[in-house]
């Protein structure tokens, strides 16, 4: 081969190289794309909370993935992931999370993805979210901003935002229709509250949780939060003697009888304020930060603010009964 032949097949072959990769390109673009879709290869949206995974399915429907790493009925402020789930976050087009020092365990996962080029979105940051007003956590943001379902109707539409913004391949059109319609029934859920709370008397809208998770309930449906059994904004902190006895007192001079408890969480310590003030207090269970698995009462979100509505309408309303009651069948 002369050198003129050489050189001309090293650049025939430098064409036929690039039309390869073309190619290549080409069907790689396409298998991602359908992987998109199919969820074979790519994990598409990875969100960390079950409320949140609940209400970005809502909106996403069947146009991308959604993975939701916590499990029903657990904890978000201890929750873990396993190695997998880890490796799925920092593949995702985009992650969901509440933020705002919620998912402790999970945030420096969250943080890693968004080093290595992950879009990320914290849903409780964007939600313009209240400050506790406790001693320890004085200006601490509080994460607990679903209890409030305006928030979460603002934050449905800036997901949509960023799923449209950062996921390949969806619809926008079926993205907002679906964002709007969603919109829709939390406006028709928070006018639902409205209408349940008012049948409880002004000197009776008072709240004595399990820790600090209702603030944002409490400051758009006009509840005054009397104390937490754990006095924090996370379940992760535990109780002094003192603590328990200054809730008393302001339980006492408040004339409150019914405690909230979460129903993913050990009634205990509630049962021991329940000894404390003589037997005379209600525990009633809520699904306060978590969903149950499918079919046990609160599955989706719009399913657990309908049964802690009517609980605690209930709860406050009901005279004379004292003892434990769940939100089981309401
Ligand atoms: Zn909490």
């Not at 402790?104 to 993805?113: C, G, I, K, P, S």
């Not at 309930?217 to 939060?225: E, S, T």
């Amino acid at each position: 081969m002369s050198r003129t032949a050489a050189k001309q097949y090293v650049r025939v072959g430098a064409a036929r190289l690039r039309s390869l990769i073309v190619g290549l390109l080409a069907l790689a673009t396409v298998t991602a794309a359908s992987a998109c879709t199919t969820g074979e290869d790519r994990p598409g949206i990875v969100v960390t909370t079950n409320i949140l995974g609940d209400i970005t399915r809502e909106i996403v429907g069947d146009e991308a993935d959604v993975t939701v790493l916590m499990k029903p009925n657990a904890d978000p402020h201890s929750f873990g992931l396993s190695a997998v789930q880890a490796a799925e976050l920092e593949r995702a087009d985009l992650v969901v999370y509440n933020g705002l020092g919620l998912e402790e365990n999970v945030l420096r996962h969250v943080d890693a993805a968004r080093e290595s080029g992950v879009a990320t979105f914290a849903a409780g940051e964007a939600a313009d979210p209240l400050t506790f007003h406790t001693a320890d956590e004085k200006g601490q943001p509080d994460p607990h901003f679903w209890t409030d379902p305006d928030r979460v109707r603002k934050a449905t539409g800036l997901i949509a935002d960023q799923v449209i913004e950062h996921v390949d391949g969806v619809d926008e059109g079926a993205i907002r229709d679906r964002a709007d319609r969603y919109g829709e029934e939390l406006t028709n859920l928070a006018t639902s509250m409205e209408k349940s709370f008012d049948r409880i008397p002004e000197d009776k809208r008072a709240l004595v949780t399990n820790h600090h998770v209702f603030g944002y309930l409490a400051d758009r449906f006009g509840f005054q939060v009397i104390g937490a059994v754990i006095p924090s904004g996370t379940t992760l902190a535990s109780p002094s003697s003192s603590d328990l006895r200054s809730l008393t007192v302001a339980m006492e001079e408040a004339g409150v009888r019914t405690v909230f408890a979460d129903s993913s969480q050990p009634t205990r310590l509630a049962e021991v304020l329940r000894t404390e003030l003589g037997g005379k207090v209600q525990v009633v269970e809520l699904y306060s930060e978590s969903l149950t698995a499918k079919g046990e009462g609160a599955d989706t979100y719009l399913r657990m603010m309908r049964a802690n509505t009517a609980a605690m309408t209930n709860g406050l309303t009901a005279t004379g009964t004292t003892g434990t009651t769940g939100t089981t069948g309401t």
